[in-house]
C-alpha cells in the first residue's frame, strides 16, 4: 500500500497534496501542529470520498515529536512509502537588520531542522541499508530561496536555500538505497501564509510581477508533488521544480 506523511497537511499547499494524493491512492497521515479542525476537516474530506486518512500532531521542530509522528503513523499504516515535507513558517516583513536571535532560531527550527529531522526519519524506514522497501521524498522550498526575498523575510529565503541544499545531498547519499529525494519550488500562492507575514493582499500586490500574470493555486503545487513522488518520475531525483508562473 502507498503511504505518505505531509507535514503541515491541515492548510494551503500541504491540505490540496493530502486531497490529491488520496485521490491517486495513497492512505493519507495528514499532520499539523496547532489547528486540530483544519487537519481534521481534511482527513474527513478524503474519508467522505473513500479514501484512507488520519490527522497528527507534532511540532516538527522538535525531536520527540517527530519521533512519534512517524510511529504513530507506522502503527496506523504500517510504513511510510513517501515524505512531504512541506510544513513552513515565515514571520513579519521586516530587514535583515531589524530580526533578532529568536526569530532567526523559530524559522530556522521549523523549516530547516524540522526537515532534517523528518527526513531522518523517514530514510530510516525507507532505505534498504535498513531493511526497507524504498521511497520518494518531496522538500517544498520556495523561489525565494533563489529571490532572496530583500526587504520582507531573507530569514525565511535563507531556511529555503539550506533546504535546497538538503535536498541535493540527501538525493545522492540515499540514490543506491531506493530513495528518490526532490524539491518544489513555489512562486506566489494563494494561501494563508502571506498574513503570517503581515500583508495577506501579497499576492494580488506582486501578481504583475509574475510572467503568468497571476498567482497559482495550491492544487498547481500538489501535481508537481505528486508528479514527483510517482514512479513516473523514476529517473528525477536531486532536483527541483519551480511552480512560480516563470517568476
Ligand atoms: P500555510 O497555509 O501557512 O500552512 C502551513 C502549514 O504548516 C500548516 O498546516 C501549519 O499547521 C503547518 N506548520 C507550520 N509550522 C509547523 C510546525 N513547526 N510543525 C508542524 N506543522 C507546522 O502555508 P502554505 O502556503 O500552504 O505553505 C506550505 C509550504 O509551502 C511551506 O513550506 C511554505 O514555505 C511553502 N511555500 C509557500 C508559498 C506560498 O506562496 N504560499 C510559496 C513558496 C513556498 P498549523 O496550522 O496547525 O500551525
Known sequence: MKTVLITGGSRGIGAATARLAARQGYAVAVNYRQDAAAAQHVVQEIELAGGEALAVQADISLEDDVVRLF???E???HSVTALVNNAGTLERQSRVDQMDGA????????????SFLCAAEAVRR??????GQGGSI???????????SAGEYVDYAASKGALDTLTVGLAREVAAEGIRVNGVRPGLIETDIHALGGEPGRVARLAETIPLGRGGSSTE???AILWLLSDEASYVTGTHIDVSGGR
Not at 526569530?103 to 524540522?114: E, K, Q
Not at 525507507?126 to 531493511?131: F, I, L, P, V
Open 71 to 73: 510511529a504513530e503513523v
Open 75 to 77: 502503527q496506523a499504516f
Open 103 to 114: 526569530r532567526l532560531l523559530r524559522i530556522f527550527a521549523t523549516n530547516v531542522i524540522g
Open 126 to 131: 525507507m532505505s534498504t541499508r535498513y531493511g
Open 138 to 148: 518531496v522538500n517544498v522550498s520556495s523561489r525565494a530561496a533563489v529571490l532572496g
Open 221 to 223: 503545487v500538489a501535481n
